[in-house]
T-cell receptor, first 109, second 112 residues
Framework: GIQVEQSPPDLILQEGANSTLRCNFSDSVNNLQWFHQNPWGQLINLFYIPSGTKQNGRLSATTVATERYSLLYISSSQTTDSGVYFCAVTRGGADGLTFGKGTHLIIQP | NAGVTQTPKFRVLKTGQSMTLLCAQDMNHEYMYWYRQDPGMGLRLIHYSVGEGTTAKGEVPDGYNVSRLKKQNFLLGLESAAPSQTSVYFC???????????FGSGTRLTVV
């Protein structure tokens, strides 16, 4: 099956800093999504981005499908950004998403 | 609009016991999924369904069964629980275009 690798595995930043999270995938995909899992365990869908660039407030994401990677940018980090960020992909059909192991982000005040 | 609701939220089982986890969605989504999340791992797909009356195996289906008798409900069963099934279980649903997935809040299951 398709492999999804995320880096870095852990990231500790001060409030106000910017960060870039990376997701590499091993095969072509037609669906790529970024999720945030907050410290209480809730998973929130951030972006549907199989290609191109999207922005939502302080967060933006870029996927370069031909090179099989996606980047999630977080600007002016806040403590509420802490949690685990997952990249998940699917190649098509009706099968579910394949998740990476996530990036654990800690924003210190 | 509740989204995706999972019950129960917590459960402790003894080895060999059985139980059923219930997932209900009120968004009229076609697709529903069961995942498990273990420490340091991403989510792994157990089973999924593309519509009422259909189910299919995911990455880690052994030891689990599922049913989708109604479009809004997706049940996950453990017939004989094992300690290796200690995990957090998430249910999710998506529409046909699969642009957005909605997850439930999870069920924390401990098998002793």
């Amino acid at each position: 099956g398709i492999q999804v690798e995320q880096s870095p595995p852990d990231l500790i930043l001060q409030e106000g800093a910017n960060s870039t999270l990376r997701c590499n995938f091993s095969d072509s995909v037609n669906n790529l999504q970024w999720f945030h899992q907050n410290p209480w365990g809730q998973l929130i869908n951030l972006f549907y981005i199989p290609s191109g660039t999207k922005q939502n407030g302080r967060l933006s994401a870029t996927t370069v499908a031909t090179e099989r990677y996606s980047l999630l940018y977080i600007s002016s980090s806040q403590t509420t950004d802490s949690g685990v960020y997952f990249c998940a992909v699917t190649r098509g059909g009706a099968d579910g998403l394949t998740f990476g192991k996530g990036t654990h982000l800690i924003i210190q005040p | 609009n509740a989204g995706v609701t999972q019950t129960p939220k917590f459960r402790v089982l003894k080895t060999g016991q059985s139980m059923t986890l219930l997932c209900a969605q009120d968004m009229n989504h076609e697709y529903m999924y069961w995942y498990r999340q273990d420490p340091g791992m991403g989510l792994r797909l157990i089973h999924y369904s593309v519509g009422e009356g259909t189910t299919a195996k995911g990455e880690v289906p052994d030891g689990y069964n599922v049913s989708r008798l109604k479009k809004q409900n997706f049940l996950l069963g453990l017939e004989s629980a094992a300690p290796s099934q200690t995990s957090v279980y998430f249910c999710a649903s998506s529409s046909l275009d699969r642009y957005g997935y909605t997850f439930g809040s999870g069920t924390r299951l401990t098998v002793v």
